[in-house]
């Protein structure tokens, strides 16, 4: 675990909250967490209701030995792969680091051939072993635009698999209430592609770029997991921050700032994490250099926090 404990207290303006451990917060005063507890706290809370303080960290290696048919790389080896089309991610794994890789276990894949020209070769996903997920996708050719290591990455046509660092693209990402007022994303057309299709979630905050990867190439993008670096450019990012893609500049994130949630006439929902598409939490601030980076705990924009387990006491 890349982090050990963590310091928080309520934003300004917020009377009282409880922490997931059942502790009640009080405002002006400090409270110290371990990393599961903090990992239990949903994006919307730390984006209105907490401040972090303070990350303790330690440090954090993803390296492990995986079986391939390809001379055992180690796992590094394999997340700094390029390949020129899905067709010819042919990489076989076993063991540990295959875990997810499965069509079925991805949200947004159809089913297990509905990859991009229809190959069903190549892996999906991977699991390192401290948890944190790999997702294998294309680069989207209707944009010219490549990827650099750290990029964030915008999902284009996510059935495609297939992504941009554009962030033009958030203009397709709409957040809007049913009748009963939960949250969904409006579909979009696929113009591009298909005008009679639809991407659920175009603009959408992707995963972390690994590798440079030109239009068309397919590598990976971290989707979840300790992430040693984001692209945040110039922006001003402190350890503990929220952040989101940029709204304005090509594959950089923001720090977040708390926004109250709004719901229009029409049922545009604004200013809540989701629809901020606030993606994780800084754990350093942002570095000297061009593009500046920060460490960051990346999580699903679809998984809102880590769920709990219940035990029944049957005694």
Known sequence: MPSRS???????????????DHRKMLPGIQYVIDWETFDKISNGARQNIIKVVSIQSDASDTFAVAQTDN??????????????????????LAGFAAQGSAGDSLVGLQDNTYFASGAPQGLKSLTSPDGARYLLVANATNVA???????VVLWTDETRVEGTTVASDHNYYVIRQDGQG???????????????????????FAGIA?????????????????CPAVNVGSNNVIAGAALAPSTTTNAEAIAQAPTPTVVSNEGVITGSALANRVFGTALTSSTSGTPGTVQADLRSIQKDKK?????????
């Open 6 to 20: 963590v310091t928080v207290q309520l934003q300004p303006g917020v009377g009282q909250a409880i922490l997931p």
């Open 71 to 92: 001379a055992n790389p180690n796992f590094n080896d394999i997340l700094g792969m390029v390949w020129p089309s899905f067709e010819e991610a042919t990489l076989q």
């Open 145 to 151: 635009n490549t990827w650099s290591s750290g990029d």
């Open 182 to 204: 939960t949250p969904y994303q409006v579909p979009t057309f696929r113009g591009f592609i298909n005008s009679n299709k639809y991407s659920t979630l175009r603009g959408g």
């Open 210 to 226: 690994l590798n440079e990867q030109e239009p068309g190439e397919v590598s990976w993008i971290q989707v979840e997991g300790f």
């Open 307 to 315: 769920p709990y387990v219940r035990f029944l006491n049957k005694n």
